[in-house]
């Protein structure tokens, strides 16, 4: 069983900044590919980025180029660095992990992009 907790999300400016981080309970996060979902009012949950266990890494295409996914395998945690934010990136983001046929979500942490 393994359990995520999102953290880092908050109320930010256009142009603004914000590092997500999402840290796991239990073993084995090394072998996990981990991603990073948002989830905002009337679209559908989306992929933002993710990054694989062997360190390879995917973007959505709103994402290139402004966000950065990482992984610290030694602290079980996986980042989500924001730049650039626009009032359209304003959504619930959450973590995923998966390595099947297991698959866990976290609660979510709320950024919104507003000035």
């Known amino acids: 069983q393994v359990q995520l907790v999102e953290s880092g999300g908050g109320l930010v400016q256009p142009g603004g900044s914000l590092r997500l981080s999402c840290v796991a309970s239990?073993?084995?996060?090394?072998?996990?590919?981990m991603a990073w979902y948002r989830h905002s009012p009337g679209k559908e949950r989306e992929l933002v980025a993710g990054?694989?266990?062997?360190?390879?890494?995917n973007y959505a295409d709103s994402a290139k180029g402004r966000f950065t996914i990482s992984r610290h395998n030694a602290k079980n945690t996986v980042f989500l660095q924001m730049n650039s934010l626009k009032p359209a990136d304003t959504a619930v983001y959450y973590c995923r992990a998966w390595l099947a046929p297991r698959m866990y979500w976290g609660q979510g942490t709320q950024v919104t992009v507003s000035s």
């Open positions: 239990g073993r084995g996060f090394s072998s996990y590919h």
């Open positions: 990054i694989y266990s062997d360190g390879s890494t």
